[in-house]
Nanobody, 127 residues
Framework: QVQLVESGGGLVQAGGSLRLSCAAS????????VGWFRQAQGKEREFVAV????????EYEDSVKGRFTISRDNAKNRVYLQMNSLRPEDTAVYYC????????????????????WGQGTQVTVSS
């Protein structure tokens, strides 16, 4: 069992930065890849970024490449999402989730490949 709690969201002006944190309980966390997803109002939840269990592999959605950085500290059971150069279109509720499969494979962008989810943290970017 893994429990996830996101924090760090808030209101920021376009061009600003935020750092989201995903805190986990449960020993299985450090052996799992972890992803960030987001859901804007009236839209489906979408993939943002994912990091492998050891942190050696990462992947990003095209619109956030070069602006967002995912990282993790397994000693602290935390995964982070550093978001720079924020845009109004980044406004959404951001969720972290654990990848359910042992292999860091091609399904890692799919919502159904994740089993444990946090409650989300709101990010609002004003223009």
């Amino acid at each position: 069992q893994v429990q996830l709690v996101e924090s760090g969201g808030g209101l920021v002006q376009a061009g600003g930065s935020l750092r989201l944190s995903c805190a986990a309980s449960g020993r299985a966390f450090s052996s799992r890849a972890v992803g960030w997803f987001r859901q804007a109002q009236g839209k489906e939840r979408e993939f943002v970024a994912v990091i492998s269990w050891a942190g050696g592999s990462t992947e990003y959605e095209d619109s956030v490449k070069g602006r967002f950085t995912i990282s993790r500290d397994n000693a602290k059971n935390r995964v982070y999402l550093q978001m720079n150069s924020l845009r109004p279109e980044d406004t959404a509720v951001y969720y972290c989730a654990t990848f359910r499969y042992p292999n860091f494979d091609g399904t890692r962008r799919l919502e159904g490949s994740y089993d444990y989810w946090g409650q989300g943290t709101q990010v609002t970017v004003s223009s």
